[in-house]
């Protein structure tokens, strides 16, 4: 791996590393540190894998039963409620599923912005986790348009399912 300085005039203004221009900052580097810089860059080319920058660590990882327990007892009601109501239909519309969270919340204005706040909640968590989705969506063109659809991931399916008979049992 090499570094290539780029020098103007006695200021080393920046550094390529594997074809990514790293910018210096202030005026630049006086050109007389370049030997300390390439000493440092070494030295971390040492303890650093610097050809794995920007790649993608790992592909999302499955989910086991004990996991997605543990996900869905940290969940709160929104969220539960959207898992709850994908157990019980095999796909449902986006206005339907708001419809539906409306009613068994109890709370007339929940809204489309509401549902994406509790599905933003757990996409950020399932992306920390580095975990596949639980649920899919897909979008589908009616007589009206357009309209996005959700459902269970059919890998986990049953667990989820699992999970809500046993928390009626408790």
Do not use: H
Request: glycine letters at 6%; hydrophobic letters at 35%; a negative charge.
């Amino acid at each position: 791996m090499a570094l290539k300085p780029y020098v103007d005039g006695d200021k080393i203004k920046k550094i390529e590393v594997e074809g990514s221009i790293i910018p210096a900052r202030n005026n630049g580097v006086p050109v007389s540190e370049l030997t300390e810089i390439i000493s440092a860059f070494n030295t971390l080319l040492r303890y650093f894998d610097f050809q794995s920058i920007g790649k993608v660590e790992d592909e999302a990882k499955e989910w086991s039963q004990e996991e997605i327990f543990d996900f869905l007892n940290e969940r709160n009601e929104r969220q539960l409620l959207f898992f709850r109501i994908l157990t019980e239909y095999e796909e449902i519309g986006r206005e339907e599923l708001v419809d539906k969270m409306a009613k068994r919340l109890k709370k007339p204005k929940f809204n489309g912005r509401m549902l994406a706040g509790a599905l933003g909640g757990i996409g950020i968590r399932t992306n920390k986790l580095n975990k596949e989705p639980l649920y899919e969506k897909d979008w589908k063109e009616d007589e009206d348009g357009w309209e996005c659809y959700y459902k269970l991931s059919t890998s986990y399916s049953p667990i989820i399912e699992d999970w809500f008979e046993e928390e009626k049992e408790e």
